[in-house]
């Protein structure tokens, strides 16, 4: 996967918080339609990759480019969903799908339809009337996925999207994820601080290490699709973790050592 031309492509990108680098020179290069999962320990600098993707950072050194266009420092070039949902309480859940649209200046009657047409596709079109109040975690955060999907790019960044939900809601938003992955075929970069999870979800794993923050590995997941719930306790799943938990605690820091966090 990794001999397509790139959708996404991180050359040399670094970031400082004044003395501190939070994130030391690093390359990444994303075929178009792969998902990929970033781990790490606090402090990796995931978050501060993640805003320089989404263009609301601007790094000390470096260039992002999609499809080969320099996108440096300029959001609104990629999708991305935080792990908040943020819906906004007074609207219903189709003015919220199309929140970007109305934004921009209005949502047209077309972007109401394709709106509705995303909430009914994908377990939501009974509540397209309904306000958040109304809805689940669960809901709510499909709500802000389609959202996110609304807003017509091809790259989409998820930040510890399911990161407050409880297990089983979690693992049913996982398997809903990985549906809508499949049908839509967006490029996924997606950060998470459970393993399980980003073995389960991607096709590269991505794991860092802090201090400064830097791609220790990339980890290609080599278990075949669509994954059953049986794959979590495969040896070959097992295996894969093991690896993950073998970097990020090879040089997990001391506790009580009193190192900063800058670029969790």
């Not at 998902?35 to 993707?53: A, D, E, H, L, R």
């Not at 047409?117 to 809901?139: E, I, W």
């Not at 709500?143 to 609304?150: C, D, K, P």
């Not at 719930?229 to 820091?253: G, M, N, Q």
Request: charged fraction near 25%.
């Amino acid at each position: 996967m990794t001999t397509a031309p790139a959708k996404l492509a991180l050359s040399r990108v670094s970031h400082r918080f004044g003395e501190t680098v939070a994130l030391a020179p690093t390359d990444l290069t994303i075929a178009p339609g792969e998902f990929v999962s970033v781990v790490g320990p606090s402090g990796c600098g995931k978050s501060t990759m993640f805003n320089i993707i989404a263009g609301v950072l601007t790094p000390t050194g470096g260039r992002v480019s999609v499809d080969g266009r320099d996108v440096t420092g300029r959001a609104g070039e990629v999708g991305y969903m935080l792990q908040k949902d943020l819906l906004l309480p007074w609207r219903t859940v189709l003015e919220n799908i199309v929140l970007g649209a109305t934004l921009k200046g209005g949502a047209s009657r077309k972007e109401r339809e394709e709106g509705v047409a995303l909430a009914r596709r994908y377990g939501l079109g009974d509540f397209v009337n309904h306000y958040p109040a109304a809805l689940s975690g669960g809901m709510r955060q499909r709500v802000a996925l389609m959202r996110t999907l609304a807003m017509h790019r091809d790259v989409l960044l998820l930040d510890e999207p399911f990161g407050a939900l409880d297990s089983q809601t979690r693992f049913a938003m996982q398997q809903w994820l990985l549906s809508v992955w499949e049908r839509e075929r967006r490029t996924i970069v997606f950060v998470t601080h459970d393993i399980d999870e980003s073995v389960y979800l991607s096709d590269r794993v991505v794991v860092m290490s802090p201090r400064p923050g830097r791609i220790r590995r990339i980890l290609e997941v080599p278990i075949p699709r669509p994954r059953p719930v049986s794959c979590l306790t495969t040896p070959e799943f097992a295996a894969i973790k093991r690896e993950i938990l073998d970097i990020i605690y090879e040089e997990a820091p001391q506790i009580g050592a009193g190192t900063p966090e800058t670029g969790a």
